[in-house]
């Protein structure tokens, strides 16, 4: 199976020219102001494109789905469309599973603090296959400018826990690429780059049954 990685996009998903792969996977931020408007044309680009499967997680800027009741997102979010909020989509009998979340003390959305966010990374399955988060795992593709280590403690300690043969994410632009380590593959999809451009392509990850 053939996965195609994308990250904060931030508005501009229709400039991207994806590659064909079975599942098509987004690690949140597809919007910049997070309103209504640029969630649902986000999510009928999303739905148009021709993987058969089509996985996507919030992010910090999401502020509209923050919003959302389990029925309201069942009315915006397409029916071709996996939304996961911290919960799994079986594909071809691989257990994808996903969480908005980061440890940012702002007022972004789908943000906690660090104490708070540990009990959202208990709740992933000790059976998960591909983890996509929005955030990425401490001191893995997760520099700043500053060369500070922004993602999270407590997600590697699960994450390595339970080893998921891909961890997915996005959110800090200066960290495009993939890394394995002890036999997991993290990679970070963001789209843009630190100048807020639009120049990673997609990644192309071989999940291996």
């Known amino acids: 199976m053939n996965i195609i990685c994308i990250s904060d996009t931030h508005n501009q998903h229709r400039l991207l020219h994806v590659p064909y792969g079975e599942v098509l996977v987004h690690t949140g931020d597809f919007t910049e102001g997070g309103t209504k408007r640029e969630v649902i044309?986000?999510?009928?680009?999303?739905?148009?494109?021709?993987?058969?499967?089509?996985?996507?997680?919030?992010g910090n800027h999401e502020f509209y789905l923050e919003k959302l009741t389990p029925t309201q997102l069942e009315e915006i979010v397409?029916?071709?469309?996996?939304?996961?909020y911290e919960n799994s989509a079986c594909i071809e009998n691989i257990k994808f599973w996903g969480s908005p979340y980061s440890p940012i003390n702002s007022r972004w959305a789908f943000s906690k603090n660090s104490n708070a966010i540990a009990k959202h990374w208990e709740k992933i399955p000790q059976d998960t296959d591909v983890l996509l988060t929005h955030t990425p795992p401490y001191n893995i593709l997760d520099e700043s400018e500053a060369e500070v280590a922004l993602g999270c403690e407590h997600l590697r300690k699960r994450v390595e826990k339970i080893q998921p043969q891909f961890h997915i994410f996005g959110h800090l632009h200066n960290n495009y690429?993939?890394?394995?380590?002890?036999?997991?593959?993290?990679?970070?999809?963001t789209s843009f780059n630190k100048n807020s451009k639009l120049i990673?392509?997609?990644?192309?990850?071989?999940?291996?049954?």
């Open 41 to 58: 044309d986000f999510f009928e680009w999303f739905a148009q494109q021709p993987h058969p499967h089509k996985v996507c997680i919030a």
């Open 78 to 84: 397409p029916p071709t469309v996996h939304y996961l």
């Open 177 to 189: 690429g993939k890394i394995k380590r002890n036999k997991i593959t993290y990679v970070n999809a």
């Open 200 to 209: 990673n392509p997609p990644i192309k990850l071989h999940y291996l049954l």
